[in-house]
């Protein structure tokens, strides 16, 4: 596919998107947000079985382009919601939707609504010398693209309030250990360490990690009977599958099991 502010290519079974504005930090525009949704509709046409969402450059992302907006009228003339209503709620919850496992590969700089789209997504990997940055109050705004939802459930209230609230930048490092992200990897192995992450996840039994990820996020509002009935819907599916014969089978058999995603 061509695209103007993304790349986007497709290679057993892995989706790769890469934010492609590296001159601008990738800040977000709107055509590069619609070409975002884009790739994610066309990440299920290509049957991946799984996403990678990548920066070019220096960083990963910079946030939303303030340079989009004319600020010269005043505020009237300025419509952040709409914005977030037509764009960002729906990328957001199109990356939440995605049947694949979805990574978020951070190198440098995730600010703004760049840490959101990062956070959005299943599992986050980060450099040692990547940042994240809530860089919302600097300028008068809240987190969004679903960032006052996704701060306080990975690392609670109290630092969640912190980050929004002094718009200090987060290690990667303390981002790990915080829980904020999966994996904080030394800058020399990075591409190494997201290559074997995704081949792994192309390999998996795909229908059993789609189930394990909208399991996990209805938890939070779920109790623990609505959720353990979850459960036992996913599992009777999931049971019906030819990756599960296969894994019982070759965990039987005590070989390696070759799932093909059905």
């Known amino acids: 596919m061509n695209y103007s502010s993304i790349v986007y290519s497709f290679n057993d079974s892995i989706s790769t998107v890469q934010l492609n504005r590296p001159e601008k930090l990738n800040s977000l525009t709107r055509p590069m947000l619609l070409e975002l949704r884009d790739s994610l509709a066309q990440s299920k046409k290509d049957g991946a079985r799984v996403l990678l969402i990548q920066g070019s450059g220096r960083g990963f992302c910079a946030g939303q382009d303030l340079s989009e907006h004319d600020f010269s009228h ?14 960002y709620a ?6 939440h939707a995605l049947d694949i496992p979805v990574v978020a590969a951070v190198n440098g700089m995730a600010a ?32 969004d693209a ?18 929004a609230m002094l718009g ?16 904080c990897v030394d800058d020399d192995s990075f591409a190494a360490e997201i290559n074997a992450l ?8 795909t229908r059993a990690m789609a189930f394990t990820k909208h399991a996990i996020y209805a938890a939070a509002n779920n109790t623990l009977a609505a959720q ?5 819907k996913y599992q009777d599916k999931l ?23 059905t």
């Not at 959101?116 to 599992?123: E, G, P, Q, R």
């Not at 679903?146 to 980050?163: I, K, S």
């Open 239 to 261: 049971g019906k599958s030819n990756d599960l014969l296969e894994g019982a089978s070759a965990f039987l058999q005590k070989r390696p099991a070759k799932f093909t995603g």
């Open 228 to 232: 353990i009935a979850l459960e036992a």
């Open 90 to 95: 729906p990328l957001i919850a199109d990356i």
């Open 112 to 143: 703004g609504a760049g840490a959101s789209l990062a956070l959005a997504c299943d599992l986050v990997v980060a450099t040692r010398s990547a940042y994240f940055l809530q860089a919302f109050c600097k300028i008068g705004l809240i987190p």
């Open 168 to 183: 200090e930048r987060l290690s990667a490092s303390d981002a790990a250990d915080w829980g904020l992200i999966w994996r």
């Open 146 to 163: 679903g960032g006052t939802w996704f701060l306080p459930r990975l690392v609670g209230n109290a630092r969640a309030m912190g980050l």
């Open 74 to 87: 005043g505020p009237d003339n300025l419509n952040f919601g709409q914005l977030i209503d037509e764009l």
């Open 198 to 205: 995704t081949l792994h996840l192309s390999k998996a039994p």
